[in-house]
């Protein structure tokens, strides 16, 4: 995983994540500069949670308002920890599309 967009900032450039998990309340300038910068990256899937920066710190243990994937096994994986925490479904595993809001 890679923590906070500076990290996936660099990350993207470098075509090292697969994935970004955008909580429902990240701000309006980190979403700006994280859809600009991936508007030229296709092949990255952008998932939009039903989860709060807050919620999303209590799933994975660390304050960030985005978390880049760089695997796509750990995508299906995180998306299901986070479900079953909040026993909602998993809505990555079941589409192969991109995802958006």
């Not at 697969?18 to 994280?34: F, G, H, M, R």
């Not at 296709?42 to 799933?59: G, H, V």
């Not at 796509?72 to 909602?88: G, T």
């Amino acid at each position: 995983m890679v923590l906070g967009i500076k990290n996936i900032k660099e990350s993207v450039i470098k075509d090292k994540i697969k994935a970004v998990l955008i909580p429902t309340d990240v701000s309006e300038n980190t979403l700006d500069q994280l859809l600009s910068l991936l508007k030229h990256k296709p092949n990255i899937k952008i998932i939009y949670i039903n989860l709060s920066k807050e919620d999303l710190n209590n799933s994975i243990g660390k304050y960030v308002s985005i978390v880049g994937v760089k695997h796509e096994n750990m995508i299906c994986k995180l998306e299901y920890l986070i479900s079953q925490e909040h026993k909602e479904e998993c809505t990555v595993c079941q589409k192969n599309t991109e995802y958006t809001k």
